[in-house]
């Protein structure tokens, strides 16, 4: 009983939270990346996109939304003076944790390992940084960086993005997780986004979204809801030679393939979304 209030009261703080969401005029677009499952390339995936959005001339700022794992100031090879956590503390101001990266047009708001935010309240966190950010009305693009899982912190940067994308391998249990993922948003979103990784080439990962789409209209999800296939990165020991070194392959190794499979899918995003 006494649980099911609590629980009761949780979704109510949470839908008054969203509900108060100030009604921001923006020309900031907020992308969220995702998986479900851990270790599918993530937040490789995501700095390497922030690159070539930044090359295309676009204001970026990554959000290291890895709740107790700040992958993302290793992958720029950065130290933050400042971190989200230090914003939603009070410790900073935004504009001290919104750091500039050695990448023209790209900023990152860090995370912070080991950091523990759960118990502390039951409300919407997060939204404050991507509200607040979203009002600088400095950026073209927030790209939000999610950990592994579908935790109440993913749930969160799920509920407010606009647009997401998930991110998958081949591998079944992979498979699984992106459509648990797809199931829970087919009922708050129009569209999911769906890239594939450690996929050889297009045609494997288009195969198999297909596959995904029929099983969500075999299981009748929301038949309003689009599942949008745009792009596969096949595995490269670049990725890992460069992500040891600390660079960006996208920068690195521009004429390699898996950097043209990245800019298929940063030339979706241009159209689509900015
Ligand atoms: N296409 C690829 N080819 C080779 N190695 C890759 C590729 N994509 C990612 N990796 C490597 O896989 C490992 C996991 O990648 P990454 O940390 O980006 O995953 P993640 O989804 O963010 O993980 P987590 O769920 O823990 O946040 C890293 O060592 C990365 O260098
Ligand atoms: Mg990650």
Redesign the pocket.
């Known amino acids: 009983m006494l649980n099911n209030l609590n629980s009761i009261a949780n979704q109510a703080s949470k839908l008054i939270n969203l509900a108060t969401r100030k009604n921001i005029k923006t020309k900031t677009k907020l992308l969220t990346i995702t998986?479900g499952k851990?270790?599918?390339?993530?937040?490789?995936?995501t700095a390497n996109l922030s690159y070539l959005l930044s090359a295309k001339g676009l204001k970026v700022v990554v959000i290291d939304a890895?709740i107790g794992?700040a992958?993302m100031q290793v992958l720029f090879d950065i130290k933050p003076k400042f971190t989200m956590f230090d914003y939603l503390d009070g410790t900073c101001k935004l504009k001290e944790a919104v750091v500039a990266t050695k990448y023209k047009n790209i900023h990152l708001i860090a995370g912070k390992t080991g950091h523990e935010y759960a118990s502390k309240t039951n409300s919407f966190v997060f939204t404050k940084v991507i509200d607040d950010t979203l009002a600088l009305n400095y950026f073209d693009i927030i790209l939000v960086?999610t950990?592994?899982g579908l935790n109440r912190y993913v749930r969160e940067f799920l509920s407010i993005s606009d647009h997401v994308l998930a991110?998958t391998t081949t591998d079944p249990s992979a498979l699984t997780d992106v459509y648990s993922l797809m199931k829970m948003l087919s009922s708050q979103k129009e569209k999911l986004l769906l890239c594939f990784?450690?996929t050889k080439n297009y045609q494997i990962g288009e195969t198999i979204s297909g596959s995904l789409i029929k099983l969500a209209q075999k299981n009748r999800l929301n038949k309003d809801f689009m599942v949008e296939y745009i792009g596969n990165?096949?595995?490269?020991?670049n990725?890992?030679t460069t992500?040891r070194l600390r660079k960006l392959f996208a920068k690195e190794f521009d004429d390699d393939e898996?950097t043209k499979q990245m800019k298929v899918i940063t030339n979706y995003i241009l159209r689509h979304i900015m």
């Open positions: 998986s851990g270790g599918v390339g993530k937040s490789t995936f890895d794992l992958n960086d950990g592994a991110l990784n450690h990165v096949s595995t490269s020991s990725i890992a992500a898996i």
